[in-house]
């Protein structure tokens, strides 16, 4: 065959190849760019002129370039590496120094090199294009968009100051098109989702969705365009890390449908199918993971008819397995994950490489086949490493490490076995790096399941390996992990206290629309769910939906203009140093903390500090804590829950009896389960708690160390102020109020007729001693949604006082009193224990709340909350006060009746002693 007819072979080739990249075939294209390339290989021949051979080479160098960028597009980075850096060579040698095709080039080997780790080189890449392009005077679009790419190689390279002035940048840079500022807005966004932070990132994002839907209302884009339905998933995708589920599965339901209905089969619709599966995956309810293991079916099943979708078939192979794993079946787990790393493109080190190993090592971990399990792991952590150091990813691959080593030591003796500990430790310690790292601190639930559901077992297993190491300090640090998983939210909202940001008038009013919206989407909560009729229910949901995005417009708005609404950093969890600095020689602080592999507890004292081992594990734990306190609500005999809560002194308090000998008060921090179990019932030789001293429950040690002293603040109007619901025929609340205010007389303020939520927001902060009686529901759905129920708003007659808006008001009070029924219940949430009025109480800055466990009859609330009040205004403090009520209105023989009033309210304080005297008034 002639030179020229080869020349033409060779072009015609390359333009078929073009037309498939076109319709995302890239395994045909790079199949033609490869034929065309060896057509061209040997050259035209040496008879040819040094022009001819100056073209051959430069269409050598184009198919160079053309095979790179869809070698990249399959995920193949070596051969796109190779291919790129050939092109480069080929355009430095045959053009003018730094052309247009270098520069372009030059910029997608970047992207090649970012994929590869190699940052520096990444790096030289991208500012090369950027010079380039301003020496070709390029318009501003291409300028931006070299400007973030520099930007996100910066932020690899863990350049935080540089890499934030390139976005900036990029976003102000004068010129740009709609079209390229949305997408600048988005890569604006994912870079301080890098960081976690939430506040910054969602702003953004939902400018960029405003921008892509004018976009299409100008007939840029069309209707529904994939840059809108993108756009939705990214604004998913955030919320599903937030743990915010509900929006997060509204959003990405938003996007699918929009990608199914341009391309039902379409790659990004097997995107799209995936996102909605891992929010589904992440509420870990049995109906979620059957919808997920369907919806990466179809994502799995769609991917396979793509060779462009092929790197990403192996993340949903290894998604489906996380599936088969929550739903109890490992083997499935395993031969899914297996198929993720076959599938895998091979030379990559990215998540395609992390995701089925780190499946493959989770599911060999659970069929206890520890030595695959290492290697599958290790292959992951390896393949994160190359990425970036401590990846969130990487937290569940320390994890699961450091459990292996743990699982190993405990049939090792010896050096070997304190080998297999410190291998533990340090792996689990990198895991909680990583988890403190990546912390969702926004009022969305904060908690650690988001990362593979693994992220309190690694706290858990890392307690696990320091105590059975217990080299010195060992036994500390483990107190200061079990500290890490409670109550962090609250210490962030303590933290957020002082609001000078909220002395601008315009974040006032963002502050009162928001809360505005929220109360109207509280009130929308309780209509739906109470409606039966299928119209009204499609009416109230379209209502709340709309309220919902209000809100979250609101918060978005103030999350950008205040520290005080962003993402606020929670304090350190403290050391046992610390609690023992603060507790006076007479007081114990006790905390325990359930795992799976056992119960610790931890006694600290001003002389000295123990951690002990409990004989029961965390299901035991729930098992026997779920009947005790059924019973105690509703005894099903009249023995009622004696013998379970024998049983639960035995495991719980005997083992302390030392620790706790001698102590005057004991300040409780009760882990998980536990949370729910009064624990003044539970005995000590045949004495019940509450008659050998006064006892308090503390959120965490954290919360006491910081924000339980401090010096006065002010003087109180009223020692007194209390609120009363008459609602549905209530005759002891307001009878209730008024023998307390009469005790107080004339420093008090008894509301009742007038008991509104505005009342309450109003009066509250007036008095020294804070009293409500009424009704309350408890929602575990939503707890923030969970509520008081008073005399109808003068506003929109709504009798509702929510809890987001109890935690809201800033009391300067020692004592809050809910006389409601289980006002201290609510779901637990990991890293939190119990939020509802449990968190949105103290979160007011008041030093303590009197809270229900259980339903209290309203004749007997009166009758106890009557007495208690007396022992106060007598000069008792609280937890004294409590303790006397207690033993006045307990049977001597300890048995349990129905309903047990006496023993349903208990004190929670972020105050070791549980209180103080009125003399000490309150924190500044």
Known sequence: MSASRRYDKALELTRQALALVAGQEYQQAAVLFTQALRILMPGPGLLASGHEHRKWELARTDLHGELGKVEFLLGRLAPARENLERACAGYRHLQEPDSRDYGVTRSNLGVVYEKLGMINEALACHEDSLRIAQRHGEPADSLATSLCHIGMVQQLAGDRPGSDRSFAAAIAMPGVSRLIRAGLLQNAAFHHTHYFEYAQALPLFFQALDEFTALEEARVLPSGSDERAMCLTNIGQLYANEQDFTRALDYQRRALALFERKQPDGVMTATALSNLAGTLMLRMLEDDLAEADGLLGRAIEISGRHSAAAPVRGLYLANRSYVALRRGDPDRALALAVEGIAVRAAGTSDRTTVVPYAAAGLAYFTLGRLDEAEEALLAALRASESIAPLLPDSQDLHSLLGAIALERSRSEEGELKRSRLDRAVECLRTARTVAEQSRRLLDGEPGLEFLFGTGAAAYHWLIDALYQRNGPGDREEAFTVADGVRARGLARMLTGDDIAAAEDPEIRRLIADHQDALRRLGVAWQELAKAEDPVQQAELRWRYTDLAHRAEQYRIRLAGSSFRFGDVIAPSACTVEQVRAALD?????????????????????????????????????????????????????????????????????????????????????????????????????????????????????????????????????????????????????????????????????????????????????????????????????????????????????????????????????????????????????????????????????????????????????????????????????????????????????????ARTTWAAFILVSVNPRGSRSIEKGRRA
């Not at 536990?674 to 708690?689: N, S």
């Not at 300067?812 to 890293?831: E, I």
């Open 585 to 897: 020689p007479g007081t114990a602080f006790v905390l325990h903390e359930p795992t799976p592999s056992g119960t610790y507890a931890w006694v600290i004292r001003p002389s000295g500090t123990t951690m002990i081992r409990l004989p029961i594990d965390a299901a035991e734990l729930e098992e026997l804590v779920t009947t005790a306190v059924q019973d105690l609500e509703e005894p099903v005999d009249a023995t009622g829950p004696g013998g379970q809560l024998a049983d639960l002194s035995t495991v719980l308090l005997k083992p302390l009896a030392d620790g706790l000998r001698g102590a005057e008060h004991v300040a409780l921090s009760p882990g998980g389960v536990l949370a729910y179990l009064p624990f003044e019932l539970l005995t000590i030789d045949g004495v019940r708690l509450f008659e050998r001293c006064t006892t308090s429950y503390v959120p965490s040690p954290t919360t006491m160390v910081r924000f339980g002293g401090g010096p006065v603040r002010g003087t109180h109007e009223l020692d007194f102020v209390g609120f009363a619901s008459s609602n549905d025929g209530l005759k002891h609340p307001p009878l209730e109020v008024a023998e307390i205010a009469e005790i107080f007389a004339p420093r008090s303020l008894q509301i009742v007729a007038a008991a509104t939520p505005e009342a309450v927001r109003a009066d509250a902060v007036r008095a020294r001693y804070v009293h409500i009686a009424s009704h309350a529901f408890v929602d575990d759905d939503q707890p923030q949604f969970s509520r008081l129920v008073l005399a109808p708003s003068a506003v929109d007659g709504d009798s509702s006082l929510f809890a987001f808006e109890f935690a809201g008001l800033r009391l300067r009070s020692q004592l809050v009193s809910l006389s409601a029924c289980s006002t201290a219940r609510s779901r637990l949430r990991p890293g939190e224990g119990l939020i509802g009025f449990y968190r949105a109480v103290l979160a007011t800055g008041t030093d303590a709340a009197l809270l229900s466990l259980w339903a209290v009859p309203d004749r007997l609330a009166r009758v106890f909350m009557v007495h208690f009040y007396g022992l106060i205004a007598a000069g008792r403090p609280a937890e004294v006060a409590l303790r006397e009520t207690r033993t006045h209105f307990a049977p001597p023989d300890g048995a349990i009746s």
